[in-house]
């Protein structure tokens, strides 16, 4: 489970990057390529930097899937939770489990319809409008995230049923900090 923690979280990482990067590059050149200075302007002008904005669009459309995945596992999703606090314990653990089941099930749901949508987007030979590249590959992301949700909403329930806890998310906590301050503490 480590790995597939750290790749989910290295994808959301790569995708944030990438797309700050590349944003980055075509605003500089859009600003260079209006400087009139004879050479920079002709060459900046030749440079083709319109497939950017939808590339940056795409990567955040799944950048968003599994940021949505990621937030079921770290419990960072925002929920309405003072009816269910004030049920009794027993009470409250079968609420907790039927709405889980019920994130499960619609995930579930959708990253079915949208697997069953890719494949019928695979038999056509529609693409992007300006980075020309099989549509069915950018719609890939709605099932993988809604089948990446799905199973962290399983996994959270067994954690439930198991310990009672569900993922609580700690803003004041940075993740690693605690053992990078017992290396410093013992060197």
């Not at 750290?6 to 590059?25: K, P, Y």
């Not at 590339?55 to 079921?72: D, E, R």
């Not at 027993?90 to 749901?109: D, E, M, Q």
């Not at 990253?111 to 987007?121: K, R």
Request: glycine residues 8%; hydrophobic residues 50%; negative net charge.
């Amino acid at each position: 489970m480590k790995f597939l923690d750290h790749l989910e979280e290295w994808i959301i990482a790569f995708l944030m990057g990438a797309a700050t990067f590349i944003i980055f590059v075509a605003v500089v050149h859009r600003y260079l390529a209006g400087l009139p200075i004879p050479g920079l302007q002709d060459y900046l002008i030749t440079l083709n930097t319109s497939w950017a904005q939808e590339l940056c669009i795409y990567m955040f459309v799944w950048m968003a899937k599994f940021g949505a995945a990621y937030g079921v596992r770290t419990g960072i999703h925002v929920g309405v939770d003072v009816v269910i606090n004030r049920l009794s314990p027993a009470l409250r653990s079968k609420f907790v489990i039927f709405g889980l089941l019920a994130g499960a099930l619609f995930t579930g749901i959708v990253g079915t319809l949208g697997a069953s949508f890719v494949w019928e987007m695979a038999h056509t030979d529609q693409t992007s409008a300006d980075m020309e590249v099989p549509m069915w590959l950018v719609y890939l992301a709605v099932p993988c995230g809604s089948y990446l949700m799905c199973f962290r909403f399983l996994q959270v329930m067994v954690q439930f049923v198991r310990t009672g806890e569900l993922p609580k998310h700690d803003h004041a906590h940075v993740e690693g900090l605690d053992e990078e301050l017992e290396k410093g503490a013992k060197a």
